[in-house]
């Protein structure tokens, strides 16, 4: 085998593009020894395929990739955004539709967050929504326990540093006051881990709610809790600028599982 041929792709991008993982999972895969092309094991990234190639993970080979796919989900709360977790907790896979295919989270939201997420069956396009430089804007209805005024969220605005990690500026709206409650809007570009939590008990407050309304161009709107949505893929090529696939039938909303009781 030619491990220095230019022609194809790289396989890390291939095995992303088949949806299998992301393209640092996928790295991860072939360090790990569990990659094979035409039979021989790889165990380095910087290699180049193309269709002729047989690729096999983990035993199974690489059916032909989909074109990239991008769905709207509304996560509910109570829910983790893994495929495993170590708790026994319920994973907003347990929720999906039965004939969604493989997906994986654009970025998570925490147990107690709820709203948008983004799921695509393509582990490249992944990468690409989570890249900082994207710098695709993510907004947020947050409820906070307290009395605020516009001038509390000021450090916000500026930018701050919690426990050593620097947070970009945010842009933050107090919306209204009810009870004991303030609702506000919070925009940010990054998404760090519990950024706008770890952010609002930074200036004093506590958030008690937490819903993501949009992620760049894609809105959450009327999307009812549990339910999943698939962007048109002219759409989608539109807003990313991605080269034009043959298009097979119009996507349909995929359909909610029937609700359980969550304990």
């Known amino acids: 085998m030619n491990t220095k041929t230019p022609e194809g792709e790289r396989i890390a991008k291939v095995i992303a593009r088949a949806g299998i993982a992301s393209r640092r999972e996928a790295e991860r895969l072939i360090e790990a020894g569990r990659v094979t092309v035409n039979g021989q094991k790889v165990l380095r990234a910087a290699l180049n395929v193309t269709p002729a190639?047989?690729?096999?993970?983990?035993?199974?080979?690489?059916?032909?990739?989909?074109?990239?796919?991008?769905?709207?989900?509304?996560?509910?709360?109570?829910?983790?955004?893994?495929?495993?977790d170590e708790q026994g907790r319920s994973t907003i896979y347990d929720d999906l539709p039965e004939d969604m295919p493989r997906v994986m989270s654009v970025g998570r939201l925490d147990l107690n967050s709820e709203g948008l997420l983004l799921l695509t069956n393509d582990g490249e396009l992944k990468?690409?929504?989570?890249?900082?430089?994207?710098?695709?804007?993510?907004?947020?209805?947050?409820?906070?326990?307290?009395?605020?005024?516009?001038?509390?969220?000021?450090?916000?605005?500026?930018?701050?540093?919690?426990?050593?990690?620097?947070?970009?500026?945010?842009?933050?709206?107090?919306?209204?006051?009810?009870?004991?409650?303030?609702?506000?809007?919070?925009?940010?570009?990054?998404?760090?881990?519990?950024?706008?939590?770890?952010?609002?008990?930074?200036?004093?407050?506590?958030?008690?709610?937490?819903?993501?309304?949009?992620?760049?161009?894609?809105?959450?709107?009327?999307?009812?809790?549990g339910a999943v949505e698939e962007i048109r893929p002219r759409v989608l090529r539109d807003q990313l600028g991605m080269k034009e696939e043959p298009e097979a039938e119009q996507p349909k909303p995929a359909r909610p599982k029937p609700q359980r009781r969550r304990r």
Request: aromatic share 6%; proline share 7%.
């Open 53 to 84: 190639d047989k690729v096999v993970v983990d035993g199974r080979a690489l059916d032909a990739p989909e074109p990239a796919r991008l769905w709207l989900y509304h996560k509910p709360t109570g829910l983790v955004t893994t495929t495993r």
């Open 127 to 225: 990468r690409k929504l989570e890249l900082p430089s994207t710098g695709w804007l993510r907004r947020y209805r947050v409820r906070v326990n307290g009395r605020p005024t516009d001038g509390t969220f000021e450090p916000l605005r500026k930018g701050l540093v919690v426990d050593g990690e620097a947070f970009q500026p945010m842009m933050v709206t107090l919306d209204r006051q009810q009870g004991a409650n303030a609702w506000i809007t919070v925009s940010i570009r990054e998404g760090k881990n519990r950024e706008i939590r770890r952010a609002m008990e930074a200036v004093g407050l506590v958030v008690n709610r937490l819903i993501r309304l949009s992620y760049g161009p894609f809105q959450l709107g009327q999307l009812k809790p």
